[in-house]
Nanobody, 125 residues
């Protein structure tokens, strides 16, 4: 059983930056593809970014390409989401998730087996 704990959310003005962290415990971190999802009020949860366990290959939703960067530190069992040039529409609860292996493009929620509790990101205009 893997436990995921997100941190780093908060309130930021439009154009600002935040870095989210997700610390994993209770499992072998390098076995998992990791992903970030978000859910805004009244909307469905959506894929934001993902990173492969072995190659470190990354993927992004079109809405965040060029602004967000996902990375992982396998020695620290942590995955990060660097968010730059934030917009009010990025306001959401951000979740990290772990998958045994992602196959779909874009990655789908059902491919992830472990989820964190989420961290709120609010971008003011």
């Amino acid at each position: 059983q893997v436990q995921l704990v997100e941190s780093g959310g908060g309130l930021v003005q439009a154009g600002g930056s935040l870095r989210l962290s997700c610390a994993a415990s209770g499992g072998t971190f390098i076995y998992y593809d990791m992903g970030w999802f978000r859910q805004a009020p009244g909307k469905e949860r959506e894929f934001v970014a993902g990173i492969r366990r072995s190659s470190g290959t990354t993927s992004y939703a079109d809405s965040v390409k060029g602004r967000f960067t996902v990375s992982r530190d396998n020695a620290k069992n942590t995955v990060y989401l660097q968010m730059n040039s934030l917009k009010p529409e990025d306001t959401a609860v951000y979740y990290c998730a772990a998958s045994w292996g992602v196959t779909r493009r874009p990655p789908q929620e059902w491919e992830y087996v472990y989820w964190g509790q989420g961290t709120q990101v609010t971008v003011s205009s």
